[in-house]
């Protein structure tokens, strides 16, 4: 019985793995929706050209 109990539980442990990589790849699209929402708004898309033409004036 113990050992019928150790393989059912072993092959529902298997499906979390692919459950948990889902939810991981989920949050990583949100977080990346998120990050490029924010870049391409208007004060950070010139604070980043600020930054960009102060590196190409030093760099000349």
């Known amino acids: ?3 019928r109990f150790t393989r059912v539980r072993q092959g529902a442990e298997a499906g979390m793995t692919t459950a948990e ?33 102060a590196a190409l004036g030093a760099a000349g």
């Open 21 to 53: 990589y889902a939810v991981g790849t989920l949050a990583a699209c949100a977080f990346a929706a998120v990050l490029l929402a924010v870049v391409r708004s208007g004060g950070v898309k010139s604070a980043l050209a600020a930054v960009i033409t």
């Open 1 to 3: 019985m113990a050992r």
